[in-house]
């Protein structure tokens, strides 16, 4: 995962995309895969494929979050931190116990924090 998060930091740096509307497309983007997998919850491959998306972009962004360089408020911080387990842990219950509905939330995170990061109200 190390390599991941090189990776990412070496697009942001050379991107000419502004950092923040790169990390609200990703999150927008694991919100569409999410959602496609709930619609078609039977296609196991989908939802994997989806669910791996999102654990690997979680994987990366919650470190930066609780990063101590991270100019961000120590309370936003802390919550940011929280949802994180929270992603993680609901992932985990996905794959122990199967439920469309289950994805629910997930995609409603992703597309609030991309609209977070777009400085836009969240949906």
């Known amino acids: 995962m190390h390599n ?4 990412y930091a ?4 050379t991107a000419k995309v502004d950092q923040r509307e790169l990390e609200a497309d990703l999150f927008m983007r ?20 989806a669910l791996e998306f999102n654990k690997r972009i979680w ?10 360089s ?3 408020p120590a309370e936003l911080k802390g919550n940011l931190a929280s949802l994180g387990i929270f992603v993680f842990r609901r992932m985990d219950e996905i794959y122990a116990k199967p439920a469309a ?4 939330i997930l995609v409603s995170i992703n597309a609030d924090i991309a609209a977070g990061l777009r400085g836009q109200a969240a949906a």
Do not use: G, M
Request: hydrophobic letters at 50%; proline letters at 4%.
């Open 59 to 68: 994987a990366v962004f919650l470190p930066s979050i609780v990063d101590a």
């Open 101 to 104: 509905e289950r994805l629910d």
């Open 70 to 72: 991270n100019p961000l």
């Open 10 to 13: 070496s697009t942001a740096k």
């Open 4 to 7: 991941a998060a090189q990776a």
């Open 30 to 49: 694991a919100a569409a895969k999410l959602q496609a997998a709930r619609e078609r919850f039977a296609d196991e491959q989908l939802v994997d494929e």
